[in-house]
């Protein structure tokens, strides 16, 4: 079954909504900051079987996730070590957005930032580079990825 998520409905809503859902569904967004409620509502949920959609204004799919088991997942997978790690990792920037620290991706270089500067033009003069020991590319290095 397909459930459009109204252009005006709320995280109340739209959380009402994933819960719903059954194995099949999809559940379509037009706007992103819906698309990243019904994400989190999915996982709170912990539904298997359910597509989110956002789509363009000419109803392309421009970004889409899906929850699944993990023995439902093909392909290359992280071993148990690289999980922790990914897991530590979202635990730190957890903290960082409890201290009022925004990650940006400026260029090829990650950035930490003051939220309440963040988006300003001042963002930049007081941007502190992130050492990220090689293991972040911007929106630039997305194409060596591609190739490789």
Do not use: W
Not at 34 to 44: D, G, M
């Amino acid at each position: 079954m397909e459930h459009q998520i109204d252009i005006r409905s709320e995280k109340e809503e739209i959380s009402a909504i994933i819960k719903l859902a059954e194995n099949g569904d999809v559940v379509i967004c037009h706007r992103e900051s819906q698309f990243e409620i019904c994400k989190h509502a999915l996982i709170e949920a912990r539904l298997v079987g359910i597509t989110i959609q956002l789509l363009d204004d000419d109803g392309y799919v421009i970004r889409q996730t899906s929850s699944k088991k993990r023995s439902q997942v093909q392909g290359p997978m992280f071993n148990d070590r690289q999980l922790t790690v990914i897991k530590a990792l979202e635990k730190v920037l957890s903290h960082c957005k409890k201290e009022g620290i925004s990650l940006i991706g400026y260029s090829d270089e990650l950035v930490a930032l003051p939220t309440s500067i963040a988006g300003t033009e001042l963002a930049s003069a007081y941007a502190v580079d992130v050492y990220t020991s090689g293991c972040y590319q911007g929106a630039e290095g997305i194409d060596s990825l591609i190739t490789q």
